[in-house]
């Protein structure tokens, strides 16, 4: 009997990690070559329809900020350049994917840490963001917004976001790639900050005696995802950098 062909993997590559793959005629290896080709296409797919998602509600949310005079909604819109930036480094990352020289598996790799590296500074910033505007509004003794506009924003972000967030972790999961399982990280910050808006917002508007719930619960998550950004950060400068993930420590 032939003994099947056995070809090494290249680490941190968007197909897997570092291992060794079957002879792609064997069946176990055609499943698992379809099923990556698959939510590759998802992937690829959420991260456009997040692009498109953030730019109309950035561009919704600064323009009612504007026009009702409200900082935090304006603040709100602002922060889906992060969001924009983090899905665009994904879809480069994808694209270099078909370029099937030597030059261009070398050059996907580097992106990959790359792009893990970038995107983790995004999730940093994005953090940031939410723990200075916690902080500014628990020194002013300010509420969360509590308009009809940042209620119905907030919350068609954070289902939008929740979509984003199982799809882009899923695939990153399936496709071991880093710098998607950093992106999916930034969707699900944007989700929880989305539903925090709307629950104390609420809260604010039965009772105003509760106008720290939101920013106290925005001080806990701007703390947990920093940590998750400086660990993706972390891992991307490692030596033997294999396409893991610090995120989900």
């Excluded at 692009?51 to 922060?79: C, D, K, M, P, R």
């Excluded at 106290?216 to 993930?245: H, P, R, W």
Aim: charged fraction near 15%.
């Amino acid at each position: 009997m032939v003994a099947p062909v056995v070809v090494p993997k290249a680490c941190g590559s968007i197909q897997g990690g570092c291992g060794t793959e079957k002879d792609p005629l064997l069946p176990g290896s055609t499943v698992q070559r379809i099923k990556e080709r698959r939510w590759k296409g998802i992937a690829w797919w959420a991260c456009w329809l997040s692009i498109l998602w953030n730019t109309a509600e950035g561009g919704f949310a600064v323009y009612f900020g504007l026009q009702a005079h409200q900082i935090a909604l304006f603040i709100f819109g602002s922060q889906s350049l992060i969001e924009i930036l983090a899905a665009a480094l994904v879809l480069y990352r994808f694209n270099l994917d078909n370029d099937s020289s030597g030059a261009g598996a070398k050059k996907a790799g580097n992106v990959e840490r790359l792009g893990s590296r970038a995107v983790g500074v995004c999730l940093i910033l994005l953090s940031a963001y939410a723990l200075g505007k916690a902080i500014m509004n628990l020194v002013n003794h300010a509420g969360p917004d509590s308009s009809t506009y940042g209620i119905i924003v907030a919350g068609i972000s954070a289902l939008a976001m929740f979509a984003f967030w199982i799809l882009k972790d899923r695939a990153a999961k399936v496709l071991k790639s880093p710098v998607l399982a950093s992106d999916a990280k930034c969707s699900q910050m944007c989700m929880c900050l989305g539903s925090l808006v709307v629950v104390s917002s609420v809260l604010f508007l039965l009772d105003d005696n509760l106008w720290w719930v939101d920013s106290a619960c925005t001080i806990v998550l701007a703390l947990k995802f920093a940590k998750d950004g400086v660990n993706v950060v972390k891992v991307s400068y490692a030596e033997d950098f294999e396409g893991g993930c610090g995120c989900c420590a």
